[in-house]
């Protein structure tokens, strides 16, 4: 009998590892809530974000998984339109054409692994060794902007590592920074406190998630936010930017 309540506490606590790990590197199968804009702070979106104007730019760090798979299987990757881009990549091109924002990737010297094993383990070693590896694109001209989509994949419940290079770099007083990622169901974790800290003198808003399992049927929900928050341009205005 002790034997049998040993072999059941033992199984419960491996189940609780594997679905906490799977939150962590987004491998989770199931999807968690709608693509709707949940606040994270006491500050509702829409009233943080009224009246933002001035010219925008939509900032991403994305890295496709070459592993074969789509990204409703696991992967952080989605084909749109016969090409290949990165979930978060897919998210910020969406906002960036109905915004009429500019874009810019986040690249690094370090060039990750493609396998999603691999690039998990090398994620979660840059974490805990607290890394911040070096980039390889930068923006020349951020005065220009007063307002900046900044989007990522959400690692270990964290941002990743690249993006804390990114923040160190620049400083966004007086700019408004709108957050948006994809998770495999931790949404932003505590990504939306992390920012203000660093830019404490940015208007930091609450953002958007998107389930990684439905980033292919994101685009509906990403405009409904954009307009919601007053970014959504009208097609006369994002083709005479």
Sequence with gaps: MKKGILAVGVLAVAACTLTMYCRAVGCETRSEGENVPRSVSDRPVDA??????????VVYFSVPETDGVDASSGASRILSDGKVMGNTQYAATVIGEATGSDLFEIKTVRTY???????IDAAKAEIDGGARPKLATHIGNLSDYDVVFVGFPNWWYDMPMPLYSFFDEYDFSGKTVIPF???????????????RELEPRAAVLDGYAIARDRVADSEDGILKWLERIGMKRPQEERNGR
């Design 48 to 57: 943080a974000a009224e009246g933002i104007r001035g010219r925008s730019l």
């Design 181 to 195: 990622c994809t998770h495999g169901g931790s949404r932003f974790s505590g990504a939306i406190e992390t920012i």
């Design 113 to 119: 692994p493609g396998s999603h094993k691999a690039l």
